[in-house]
T-cell receptor, first 116, second 111 residues
Framework: EAGVTQFPSHSVIEKGQTVTLRCDPI?????LYWYRRVMGKEIKFLLH????????ESGMPNNRFLAERTGGTYSTLKVQPAELEDSGVYFC??????????????FGSGTQLSVL | SQKIEQNSEALNIQEGKTATLTCNYT??????LQWYRQDPGRGPVFLLL?????KEKRKERLKVTFDTTLKQSLFHITASQPADSATYLC??????????FGSGTRLQVQP
C-alpha cells in the first residue's frame, strides 16, 4: 500500500515568490493534516481536512497560506508571497476515521522549503 | 502557558540496555498521548497511543506509561538495538485531533 506522498521533496525560492506544496494521502483516508517544523522548533499543527472540508485551520500562521483539498483526495498548500520565516519542513499526514475520537497519523517525508 | 518538555539532550546507551525517554507537560489535559519515531529526512512514524485512563501500554519491546497526576509519560525500549537509534517524539491529543508535539529526544544506541 502506498504511503503518504509529498511533492516536491525540496523547494528553494526567493522571498516574494509563490510556492505550492502537494500531498497525496493514503487512499481511503478522510482525514488530512498539514504540520510544519521551522528551524530548531517542534512540529506544529497547521490545519485539518475531513474529506474536502476544513475542520480546523487554527494553526495557519496568516493569510499568505492557503490550503485546498478539492474532491477530498489530494491537498495543496500554497504560500503567497513567501517570506523568510516560512522556511522549514512541511509535513502532511493522513488518517482513517475509526470513530474512536483519535487515530494514528501516517506522515509523508515532508517538503523542505527554503526561502532566500 | 502550555508546554511539553522532552529531554533535548541526546540519550546514549549501550546495545542491550533499556532506554527510557521522558515527556512532561504542563497546562494540558490530554485525552491521549502518542509516541512517534522520526529518522533523519523522514516523517514521524507512529509507535504507540495511550489513553488518559490507561496506566501502561506495551508493544513488543516498547512500553509507555502515562501518569496524569504527575503529567508525565515514560517511553521504554527494552533490549535496545543500534537500529533503534532515532529521534522520539511525544504528542498530546486533547481531543481536537490536532496533535501538539514535543521537540523530541535523540536516542543513540551504541553497538
Amino acid at each position: 500500500e502506498a504511503g503518504v506522498t509529498q511533492f516536491p521533496s525540496h523547494s528553494v525560492i526567493e522571498k516574494g515568490q509563490t510556492v505550492t506544496l502537494r500531498c497525496d494521502p493514503i487512499s481511503g483516508h478522510d482525514n488530512l493534516y498539514w504540520y510544519r517544523r521551522v528551524m530548531g522548533k517542534e512540529i506544529k499543527f497547521l490545519l485539518h481536512f475531513v474529506k474536502e472540508s476544513k475542520q480546523d485551520e487554527s494553526g495557519m500562521p496568516n493569510n499568505r497560506f492557503l490550503a485546498e483539498r478539492t474532491g477530498g483526495t489530494y491537498s495543496t498548500l500554497k504560500v503567497q508571497p513567501a517570506e523568510l520565516e516560512d522556511s522549514g519542513v512541511y509535513f502532511c499526514a493522513s488518517s482513517q476515521d475509526l470513530g474512536q475520537g483519535h487515530e494514528k497519523l501516517f506522515f509523508g517525508s515532508g517538503t523542505q522549503l527554503s526561502v532566500l | 502557558s502550555q508546554k511539553i518538555e522532552q529531554n533535548s539532550e541526546a540519550l546514549n546507551i549501550q546495545e542491550g540496555k533499556t532506554a527510557t525517554l521522558t515527556c512532561n507537560y504542563t497546562n494540558y489535559s490530554p485525552a491521549y498521548l502518542q509516541w512517534y519515531r522520526q529518522d533523519p529526512g523522514r516523517g514521524p512514524v507512529f509507535l504507540l497511543l495511550i489513553r488518559e485512563n490507561e496506566k501502561e501500554k506495551r508493544k513488543e519491546r516498547l512500553k509507555v506509561t502515562f501518569d496524569t497526576t504527575l503529567k508525565q509519560s515514560l517511553f521504554h525500549i527494552t533490549a535496545s538495538q543500534p537500529a533503534d537509534s532515532a529521534t522520539y517524539l511525544c504528542a498530546l491529543d486533547t481531543g481536537r485531533r490536532a496533535l501538539t508535539f514535543g521537540s523530541g529526544t535523540r536516542l543513540q544506541v551504541q553497538p
